[in-house]
């Protein structure tokens, strides 16, 4: 089993059975995962950015399969220098996924991303004009540089400056964990879990919107 294939278990197993509001307060040590905070307190996000829900709001009743769970998230870099929470716009390395995990395996995927948030494909390789054995026939057309300013997953968030974003899932009213996950694809990650997974409580009876305002930092040394 690798650690990652752990980390997931001990995800699922955070979730007590019952549809209750108590959630398991001590998981099993999975590298430095703890246990998972309200997603209306701090966040860390893989040792580099910290996350927090600035609303959470139910919208239909316990007893409806398709209830709608929006979130409002403010996301702040607390490096020195900007970077991106993925970088698949710049050589495809890791992307980010985020899903609601419930009880016995339930997942989730956002019905709608904007913001930070927003998952657009990655951008594609270009093959570059090559010049045939004589060279060009005609010098080729250079295209401008246009600079993309779109909030997304790639774009670089600087230090100091939070980044908004949402998302929209339709899932049965319950508690989940809402997981951020770095994928490598295929290929396997050196170090701990917390600099690939992060998690936070959703409650079934968030209904309401939060105080507003950016991300605090969490105490302690990164």
């Known amino acids: 089993m690798t650690g990652m294939q752990a980390l997931r278990i001990t995800l699922l197993a955070v979730l007590l059975p019952g549809c209750s509001s108590q959630l398991l307060e001590d998981v099993v040590e999975v590298g430095q995962i703890s246990a998972p905070r309200p997603c209306s307190e701090p966040t860390k996000l893989f040792g580099t950015f910290t996350m927090r829900a600035t609303r959470m709001s139910w919208k239909g009743d316990r007893a409806d399969a398709d209830a709608t769970l929006t979130l409002e998230l403010s996301i702040v870099n607390d490096k ?6 993925s970088n698949s716009g710049n050589g495809v390395l890791y992307t980010v996924a985020l899903s609601l995990q419930g009880e016995k395996g339930a997942s989730f995927a956002p019905k709608e991303a904007s913001g930070i948030v927003l998952m657009r494909e990655p951008k594609r390789f270009r093959e570059p004009h090559r010049p045939g054995p004589f060279g060009f026939t005609s010098p080729p057309k250079k295209e401008p540089s246009v600079k993309d300013n779109t909030r997304d997953l790639n774009f670089r968030i600087k230090p100091g400056e939070p980044e908004q974003g949402k998302l929209v899932f339709q899932a049965p009213r319950a508690n989940y964990l809402l997981a951020i996950e770095r994928k490598f694809g295929n290929k396997p990650a050196n170090g701990q879990p917390t600099d690939f997974v992060a998690v936070c409580k959703i409650s079934a009876s968030d209904t309401a919107a939060l105080t507003p ?10």
């Open 80 to 85: 020195n220098f900007p970077i991106a929470l």
């Open 213 to 222: 305002g950016p991300a605090p930092a969490i105490p302690g040394v990164y």
